[in-house]
């Protein structure tokens, strides 16, 4: 048994560095496999008396609940750790919020441009305090 799951393991490896060159090729073939994949959820389900609508929504919630996976999917965690942060939407930002925001993010790119500075100054020879580098 393991040998077969190393087997198809090493093969779904290789099989994605080869088709990760191809992103778009990689693209279609992943979004047809998918699809495919519904398709044929859906026609089992059809195909089962039992699976009315109300009862496969009680499985699938069920299940998605159990498994973690309902909120993530359908909420997303981004939203989630905005909202443990107590973040603002951004349509519900005021400007002065937002300005704030834009003020520290040109003083961390003012003070980026003279670490490079000091760091072009070190290739010279200079540790950018005026002392020299000893090689």
């Not at 699976?51 to 309902?70: E, H, Q, R, W």
């Not at 909420?75 to 973040?87: M, N, P, Q, V």
């Amino acid at each position: 048994m393991n040998r077969i799951f190393y087997f198809f393991d090493g093969l779904e490896d290789r099989i994605r560095n080869t088709l990760s060159r191809y992103p778009i090729a990689y693209a279609f073939i992943g979004g047809t496999a998918i699809v495919l994949f519904w398709r044929g959820v859906w026609k089992v389900a059809d195909a089962t008396p039992f699976l009315t609508g109300p009862v496969s929504i009680f499985i699938s919630v069920a299940v998605l609940l159990v498994t973690g996976l309902f909120v993530s999917f359908f909420i997303g965690d981004t939203i989630i750790i905005s909202g443990l942060k107590r973040e603002k939407r951004l349509d519900e930002r005021v400007a002065s919020e937002l300005k704030t925001e834009i003020d520290l993010l040109m003083d961390i790119q003012k003070r980026l441009g003279e670490i490079e500075k000091e760091m072009k100054g070190d290739k010279k020879g200079t540790f950018g305090t005026g002392g020299t580098i000893d090689n």
